[in-house]
């Protein structure tokens, strides 16, 4: 499957963006999907992933902020982000598997296939 992240940009502290990523390729609706983010000089790190059931998990910096959602008939999947702080500033990537197990979703290893990356930037 290929994915395409979009929606980044440049926000005050506060404020909200929401990220978009489209998938194309193979059979969307039965993938695990992931978001996760990069600031410079850190390991990239687990934000949000929904199974292909809908669940949905958060890292906890960003539970009651952001929310994960899917659109299996669009193969997109969005990252509502709201109140957001500089802390979270960083590259936003998507990631899809379609045989992750539960114990293993926070993990950016065990997912297949990247999107390019988003740049979030949040001024204080």
């Known amino acids: 499957v290929q994915l395409q992240a979009s929606g980044g940009g440049l926000v005050q502290a506060g404020g909200s963006l929401r990220l978009s990523c489209a998938a194309s390729g193979d059979t969307f609706s039965r993938y695990t999907m992931g978001w996760f983010r990069q600031a410079p000089g850190k390991e990239r790190e687990f934000v949000a992933a929904i199974r292909w059931t809908s669940t949905t998990h958060y890292a906890d910096s960003v539970k009651g902020r952001f929310t994960i959602s899917r659109d299996n008939a669009k193969n997109m999947v969005y990252l509502q982000m709201n109140n957001l702080k500089p802390e979270d500033t960083a590259v936003y990537y998507c990631?899809?598997?379609?045989?992750?197990?539960?114990?293993?979703?926070?993990?950016?290893?065990?997912?297949?296939?990247w999107g390019q990356g988003t740049q979030v930037t949040v001024s204080s």
């Open positions: 990631a899809g598997d379609r045989q992750i197990i539960l114990s293993s979703l926070k993990l950016p290893d065990q997912y297949d296939y």
